[in-house]
Structure formats: structure tokens, C-alpha cells
């Protein structure tokens, strides 16, 4: 999750209910890890059922459960594998329909 110009990741979570939600935060990983580390340890914070933000004031607790959709900035090229679309392009953004 190394960036070419900082170590900061932001993740930006998507919830079921249509709220949206922002976090940043210094990178996981050691810059110099493997790639295969890097791949690992990004699956298994993402296979925890929660996720916890300590932030100065407080620490946020996410359950995955209700979540649709996560985003994570900078792009991190090192995951590959199953269920990875290399060299994807998005051409629309995800909508939802206006109750």
C-alpha cells in the first residue's frame, strides 16, 4: 500500500443503509514487504467480520456485515489472484434509485 508520494491509505466505506463513510490512515504494511504479505494481510483485515478505526477521540467499530461497497486509495497494484479484474476501468459510477 506504499504511495509514490506518502505512506497514507484512505478507505472509503459504503454502507447498506446508503451512508458513506471516510477514514485515512498510515499504511499497514511495510513498504518494503513482499508482495505476497502485502496480498495476505490486506485479505485478512477484509475477511474480519469487524473492523476497528482508532481515531484520536474515539475508536470506531465497523461490522462488515453492513457494508455494500469498500474503496481504498491509493490503488494497491500488489493484490492479484482470484477474484482480482487487473487493469479494470471504471465507465459508471454506482448509483441507487431515489426512493
Known amino acids: 500500500m506504499h504511495s509514490q508520494y506518502n505512506n497514507e491509505m484512505q478507505i472509503t466505506i459504503y454502507y447498506l443503509n446508503g451512508q458513506v463513510e471516510s477514514f485515512k490512515f498510515s499504511q499497514l504494511a511495510d ?9 495476505q494481510e490486506i485479505r485478512r483485515i477484509l475477511d474480519k467480520e469487524w473492523w476497528f478505526f482508532h481515531l484520536a477521540d474515539q475508536t470506531v467499530c465497523v461490522s462488515r456485515a453492513n ?33
Open 31 to 39: 513498504p518494503a514487504a513482499l508482495e505476497q504479505e502485502l496480498q
Open 67 to 99: 457494508v455494500l461497497k469498500i474503496e481504498l486509495k491509493p490503488s494497491i497494484a500488489q493484490i492479484h489472484g482470484e477474484g482480482v479484474f487487473a487493469n479494470a476501468q471504471r465507465v459508471t459510477a454506482l448509483s441507487r434509485a431515489h426512493e
